[in-house]
């Protein structure tokens, strides 16, 4: 990209961000986004530009104490993590996470010396991960400021965020915030982004539910992760509701079919066994929901040795666990049989009252999808007579028919609640889509065209290069379609 192209482009963006934003940004940063003099080019430097706050982000002095109790390493309007003492162990957990991720770190080289996100404020809310830092700190290097809190109270990995406070990334993420979960939010908004990035749509119903206005006015693009974040988006697009155009990061190819299904299923049996270290060989292992995230749990559990049974609501689905060689079978006669049930469906309400009263004793009950609706944790206790934590992450009930039973990670995400999420080598396509995406929104953004208010698509052309990439980062070469096969292919005349 030629300087004076850039120059431009950055001048534009600069002109559409708040007054002070816009001259933080003008400042000259220095390695990951912290400026010679030590200030950030975020956070409290941000403040004071809309005169009147109602639906604007908040000000500085604005900033609202926390909930929580407990020690923080804190500077406000920066970063708030548990513990800043951590970040050596993140540190080198992001390296380790960068080894394993060769398309990501190869976009990152491509495009760190045109800086194609410069002048640009990303705001974004995923699960804390090594795999995440490694996609925050690519942000970086290619130019935005980028603020970042958790998804999910049980999934933000205290030393990962240690070391992304400590690189300059303003960061507020701490392992088991329950209490300041929206605070966290709230803080990266603060940053008054241009661009979002959402697992789960907290922060894009945030943006659009407190400050609509700003919503509508100054962001130019998001993206989302997940199964039910997208679900959301469109439910939210459909009422007329979605103020910014979003790509939905969940429905690519590289991402829907390889991280929900090989990454949950890997991932989950990971937390499972971190949990409770049972045997899975000869366990009647329920699955609720035979989608991506369902089959990818099925099929690993299968070659643990378990029996696998599996409750559905769409035929198409069950009748390929049936084809699998799996039971299909109602969630009222599921209970009765399944020794381990994991929910995998983005619905509420799965495993009820009635199925925990003809669940065998012991029973070990979790779950994968994205929320924590899936187990109905508030009927459980109605039929409770006592709680012990057996071991972390590890919660028994003990009924008032004396049977027992045992939730996992409070009924969130086992995998990322008590195990580390998924495989690098995984999250590394799912993470390049998140970027190349964001390098959409960018380009267009600085090539003055605007992108209707919908929930995107992801360009095929993006799977396909993510795939290809992969596989040659892999050391694996594909055939490619001879001139006389494409013709075939293009031949409505040819017959038998
Ligand atoms: N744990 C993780 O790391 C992780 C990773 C990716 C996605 N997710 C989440 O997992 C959930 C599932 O995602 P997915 O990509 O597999 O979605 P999907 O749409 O591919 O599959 C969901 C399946 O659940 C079934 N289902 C819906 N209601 C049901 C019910 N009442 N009983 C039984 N089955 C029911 C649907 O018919 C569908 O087949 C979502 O919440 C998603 O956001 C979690």
């Known amino acids: 990209m030629a300087t004076a192209t850039k120059k431009a482009m950055a001048k534009k963006a600069a002109k559409a961000a708040p007054k002070a934003v816009a001259k933080a940004a003008a400042k000259p940063a220095a390695k990951n986004g912290v400026h010679k003099n030590g200030t950030r080019t975020n956070g409290a430097t941000t403040n004071g530009v809309h005169k009147n706050g109602a639906s604007k982000p908040a000000a500085k002095t604005a900033i609202p104490p926390k909930k929580g109790k407990g020690s923080f390493s804190e500077v406000p309007g920066k970063y708030c993590v548990r513990d800043i003492s951590l970040a050596e162990e ?10 394993r991720m060769p398309v990501l770190m190869h976009l990152r080289d491509k495009y760190k010396k045109s800086q194609p996100l410069k002048g640009l404020r990303l705001a974004g809310s995923l699960h804390v991960t090594k795999e995440t830092a490694v996609l925050v700190e690519t942000f970086a290097a290619l130019g935005a400021e980028v603020s970042w809190s958790g998804c999910n109270p049980l999934s933000t990995s205290d030393p990962v965020a240690a070391a992304l406070a400590k690189g300059g990334i303003s960061i507020f993420a701490w392992y088991g915030n329950h209490e300041d979960f929206y605070w966290c939010i709230e803080r990266t908004i603060d940053l008054k982004p241009n661009l979002t990035l959402d697992d789960g749509c907290d922060l894009i119903n945030t943006v659009h539910e407190k400050y609509a206005d700003y919503a509508r006015k100054e962001v130019i693009g998001g993206t989302e992760e997940t199964t039910t974040g997208v679900q959301r988006l469109r439910a939210r ?4 509701r979605l103020f910014y155009p979003v790509y939905a990061v969940n429905d690519a190819i590289t991402k829907w079919d390889f991280d929900n299904v090989y990454g949950t299923g890997q991932s989950t049996l990971d937390g499972i066994l971190r949990a409770t270290s049972v045997m899975f060989a000869g366990k009647n292992f329920v699955v609720a929901g035979h989608g991506h995230c369902g089959q990818g749990v099925a099929k690993r559990a299968k070659g643990m040795g378990s029996n696998i049974i599996i409750t559905e609501v769409k035929a198409t689905s069950a009748i390929k666990g049936v084809l699998e060689g799996y039971r299909v079978m109602t969630m009222d006669e599921a209970a009765k049989e399944g020794d381990i049930f994991c929910t995998a469906t983005g619905v509420k309400d799965i495993i009820r009252k009635k199925h925990f009263l003809s669940m065998k004793d012991g029973a070990i009950v979790c779950n994968t999808g994205h929320y924590d609706a899936e187990i109905n944790l508030k009927e459980l206790a109605e039929v409770t007579k006592s709680k012990r934590t057996i071991r972390e992450n590890c919660e028994e009930y003990t009924l008032k028919n004396g049977n027992k039973i045992y939730v996992l990670a409070e009924g969130r995400l086992v995998n990322l609640a008590a195990a580390e999420g998924h495989p690098s080598e995984v999250m590394d396509m799912s993470f390049s889509n998140q ?7 960018a380009a267009a953004y ?12 992801i360009d095929p052309a993006q799977d396909e290069f993510i795939a290809e990439t992969k596989l040659r980062t892999m050391g694996m070469a594909m055939d490619k379609l001879t001139k006389d096969q494409l013709s075939y292919i293009n031949d409505y005349n040819a017959g038998t």
């Open 446 to 457: 600085k090539a003055g065209k605007k992108l209707p208010n919908q929930v995107l698509d």
């Open 435 to 441: 970027l190349m995406c964001h390098l959409e929104l």
């Open 90 to 99: 993140g540190r080198k957990l992001i390296q380790w996470a960068e080894s």
């Open 237 to 240: 697009a459909g009422a007329g």
